[in-house]
């Protein structure tokens, strides 16, 4: 044998963010809690969202992700990281999407 052999793999992709999974269920599964899926209403879609803003790389002011309407984020036990909401009632499309849709 002189030549590689071409493999092909099949991957199921979540179409709002890049998640890849062999396995149609998976990708199934984080769709339902996907936060860049605005049929979540989760944070990361909703107009009233604030992005994290990073300060000067030495000792300048950060901020973490913000909801626009007050909402507060919980820190997850797991991670430490900050937990968006998602099924909020308080979810509105962001320009972007509202611009889709037209
Ligand atoms: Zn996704």
């Known amino acids: 044998m002189t030549e590689p052999k071409?493999?092909?793999v099949k991957r199921y992709e979540c179409p709002t963010c890049s998640y890849?999974?062999?396995a149609k269920?998976?990708?199934a599964d984080h769709m339902a809690r996907c936060w860049e899926n605005p049929a979540n209403k989760a944070c990361r879609t909703c107009r009233h969202f604030q992005p994290?803003?990073?300060g000067p790389p030495i000792d300048g002011p950060s901020v973490e992700e913000r909801c626009g309407r007050g909402l507060l984020f919980e820190?997850?036990?797991i991670t430490g990281?900050?937990?968006l909401h998602t099924d909020c009632?308080?979810?509105e499309p962001n320009q972007d999407q509202e611009s889709d849709q037209s």
């Open 52 to 54: 994290s803003v990073f």
């Open 20 to 22: 890849r999974r062999s």
């Open 6 to 8: 071409l493999v092909m």
């Open 81 to 83: 990281n900050q937990k």
């Open 25 to 27: 269920k998976s990708v």
């Open 75 to 77: 820190l997850s036990e």
């Open 89 to 91: 009632e308080l979810w």
